[in-house]
């Protein structure tokens, strides 16, 4: 188990039935870096991950 699977699985825990956009999603992850800026090259990663997931369908 990699340190970050327990939040995660926090994550999951705590808020896995709440329905939340991508938006709002967008936002947080704003207001994260604006709060942690050490952070913002992970966040970017993982944003631009998410946002290009579909894209491996193409690929294939």
């Known amino acids: 188990m ?4 327990r939040g995660i699985e926090e994550l999951a825990q705590r808020r896995g039935d709440e329905e939340v956009s991508l938006g709002w999603l967008a936002e947080q992850l704003r207001l994260f870096v604006d709060l942690n800026p050490d952070f913002e090259v992970p966040v970017e ?3 631009t991950w998410l946002a290009r997931l579909d894209d491996e369908d193409e690929d294939e």
């Open 2 to 5: 990699y340190f970050t699977d």
């Open 45 to 47: 990663r993982l944003a």
